[in-house]
């Protein structure tokens, strides 16, 4: 089940979002108190309550903005239970000052915003005997063995338990609850309005990872990366998963650089079955692969890696998506063994994609030239890769058939910028723009004006993302699903 927060400073707008939620489907929401602007009117509140709540009046230390007395705050809290709401939530160090009365269930609750207690069982122990009917703790995520520990607790408490790790870190505390037997957990009403550090909206949490559909047999796939919280891939492989009817999730890991072998150590444990890996992580990566594709090898960086058994298997998908995306324009032979021989290709950037392009390039005959903004990196990709570094003021010299931007520039919001500039451009040139939010930059822009072949960042994520559904599953990939999911997701105007 979960519980939808609502905090609002207006007695009426938060009925009507109360109201609005129960509407919509909402099991159970929960009411702040200590948002309400003004004197706080109970009875207007829950008498004519549309559906079950926790009322919660949290203190500022506890991460709530109550600022009237304790006194007041404790009256409250009294004053919800005689009137019999479902819940109350109460804090652990004052739960003995508010005794049981009626029908109430009593949530006791502790919050730890610096971090993840180490004995989480003996705490946990502590709180059940304040006459609780559930234990909350909600604390800090600060590396993602703290993960583990929290859902572990929860799935071995003899007590109801909910076990929440704050922070983007800890999201998918939020996500498995149901899975490891929690009560319920806690969503906010809208992605603008969060009460607590990584709090997912009720609507991801209904419609994105289908929370009461998370069961023992649900098979978990994810992306692992720093950060992670605004990236398509759950959106994307989650639609791909429920159009083919696979008891499947797509979570999002967010793994610090740092704490990127405790995540791998994790993984069984939680019975995780292949990421998506992203930056910072895509050549520490291949170092915990106990296989790995040549390709990858070659290029020094995964984006995707399956568990199979005892083995960690390796896999770049980029490098596979955009040959494809370059086969196919170039109208390339493929029993030839240097299809691109005579090639001039211009790569912008020197990043984990620039790597990955500029090694399937060069294995394929290609004369590849490498710019970036940073020439420290430009020369270290090529004279690994085996190309051409110039600095990037010289970017418009070469005479090429193929550029590539493998940079951030022309992403969202930076939508005015360009990485080449349009008078280089010639209708025999060939552009490939791996960004895909917005699929139309203004290179791209530039591009169809000069009469140029095009290939877009949309065309290289949908068959990245298919090769690995395809490594995930097994099954081939929805293609029209995952171009139709990712077009409108960074549209401007919504797709039907």
């Known amino acids: 089940m979960i519980c939808v927060s609502l905090g609002r400073a207006r007695h009426k707008r938060m009925i009507a979002e109360h109201k609005y939620l129960v509407e919509q489907g909402a099991e159970l929401v929960e009411l702040r108190l200590d948002f309400i602007g003004r004197a706080v009117n109970l009875k207007r509140l829950i008498d004519d309550r549309p559906g079950p709540v926790v009322v919660t009046c949290r203190r500022r230390e506890d991460g709530g903005r109550w600022m009237k007395s304790e006194k007041e705050r404790m009256m409250l809290l009294r004053s919800a239970i ?6 109350v939530d109460i804090e652990a160090d004052v739960a003995s000052q508010i005794p049981r009365y009626g029908k109430t269930k009593r949530v006791i609750s502790y919050h730890e915003f610096t971090q993840t207690p180490d004995d989480l069982e003996s705490l946990a122990a502590a709180m059940a005997e304040e006459d609780a009917d559930i234990v909350k703790i909600a604390s ?3 590396t993602f063995s703290d993960n583990v520990r929290m859902l572990e607790l929860v799935k071995n408490a003899k007590q109801p338990t909910i076990g ?11 996500i498995l609850g149901e899975r490891v037997g929690s009560p319920f957990t806690y969503a906010t009403y809208s992605a603008d309005k969060k009460l607590a550090p990584g709090q997912l909206n009720w609507k991801e949490m209904t419609e994105l990872y289908r929370y009461k559909q998370i069961n023992s047999e649900t098979e978990l ?20 998963f429920y159009e083919q009817d696979l008891n499947a999730r797509f979570l999002p890991f967010r793994v610090p650089s740092n704490d990127l072998h405790k995540f791998m150590q994790s993984v069984r444990d939680l019975k995780i079955s292949g990421v998506s890996v992203a930056a910072p ?40 998506a955009a040959m494809d995306c370059i086969s196919e324009k170039l109208k390339l032979k493929k029993d030839v063994e240097k299809p691109m021989q005579g090639v001039n290709v ?30 420290d990196n430009t020369r270290v990709l090529a004279s690994e890769i085996g190309c051409r570094a110039i600095e990037w003021d010289q970017r418009h010299e070469p005479k090429i058939n193929l550029l590539i931007n493998a940079t951030p520039i022309g992403m969202h919001p930076d939508l005015d910028r360009s990485p080449y500039d349009a ?15 917005p699929e139309s930059t203004l ?54």
């Open 346 to 375: 211009l790569i912008l950037g020197a990043g984990d994609v620039a790597r990955a392009i500029a090694w399937g390039l060069r294995h394929r005959g290609a004369d590849v030239t490498v710019a970036s903004r940073t020439m």
């Open 164 to 174: 929440i790790c704050m922070g983007e870190i800890g999201m998918i505390t939020r």
């Open 82 to 87: 005689a009137a019999g709401v479902e819940y």
């Open 281 to 320: 992580h895509s050549q520490a990566g291949l170092e915990y692969c106990t296989q790995a594709e040549s390709s990858a090898s070659g290029i020094g960086s995964i984006n995707t890696m399956v568990y199979q058994g005892k083995d960690n298997l390796g896999y770049n998908t980029d490098y596979r």
């Open 423 to 437: 008078s280089a451009m010639t209708q025999f040139l060939v552009v490939f723009d791996c960004v895909f939010n």
């Open 221 to 240: 796939f994810g992306i692992v990366g720093d950060p992670v919280a605004d990236n398509y891939a759950p959106l994307v492989h989650n639609t791909a």
């Open 140 to 142: 800090m995520a600060t």
């Open 443 to 496: 290179l791209i822009k530039y591009a169809r004006k000069h009469g140029c072949r095009i290939i877009t960042g949309v065309d290289m994520f949908v068959r990245q993302a298919a090769y690995q559904h395809k490594l995930f599953t097994g099954q081939d990939a929805p293609m029209a699903t995952l171009r139709k999911t990712i077009k409108n997701a960074t549209s401007p105007v919504r797709l039907n």
